[in-house]
């Protein structure tokens, strides 16, 4: 019971939702499984890997189908969010340790749509990206929405998907992964 004069701080309130916020918004403790194989299928007739994209900085039109043989790592992303750069400085150091080891594609996806390709490019330069990132676009966005759920159109939940040479998706999941985590995908998806 409150004593006449004094006002509750609200404190254990605050303290529960910035716990709340830290758990989903800090580094996952790692790769979770991928479901049993087949589960996720393949990418040769998902919409949102078949639809036309353009490389915001070379703009050179591709689809995600168009690197079979190599593992593709795709990145729902935006310009403005802290967590996709943690995320992208994370990936880049993971691609250069792969570099000349394994074929991967690395896609940064543009899901905010008040970014435009030269926000992207220009974000990609500032940040000093060498991969391709691209602006997805509301048929793209609906896709990965309907494939993977609404989460993975928030660029602060740092979704990822990991297709394997052959196209067959073998993880899809949100959570920040360390350089480390990012090899061992890659190179599981690999095999």
Do not use: K
Request: aromatic share 6%.
């Amino acid at each position: 019971m409150r004593r006449p004069g004094r006002h509750s701080s609200g404190l254990p309130a605050l303290g529960l939702a910035l716990a709340v916020l830290v758990a989903a918004c800090g580094p996952s403790a790692g790769p979770r499984p991928a479901p049993s194989e087949g589960q996720l299928g393949t990418i040769a007739e998902a919409a949102w890997a078949t639809t036309p994209l353009t490389d915001a900085r070379s703009g050179e039109a591709f689809r995600l189908t168009d690197f079979a043989g190599s593992v593709v790592v795709v990145e729902p992303m935006a310009a403005w969010c802290i967590n996709c750069l943690a995320q992208q400085r994370e990936a880049q150091v993971a691609l250069e340790r792969l570099r000349g080891e394994v074929p991967v594609v690395y896609v940064s996806l543009g899901v905010d749509p008040g970014e435009g390709p030269e926000d992207l490019a220009a974000y990609a330069e500032r940040e000093g990206f060498d991969w391709r990132f691209a602006v997805a676009g509301p048929e793209v966005a609906r896709a990965l929405a309907d494939a993977f759920g609404p989460i993975f159109l928030s660029p602060p939940s740092t979704p990822l998907v990991v297709v394997d040479p052959t196209g067959q998706i073998v993880f899809a999941d949100v959570g920040r992964h360390s350089a480390s985590a990012l090899e061992s995908l890659i190179r599981e998806a690999h095999q």
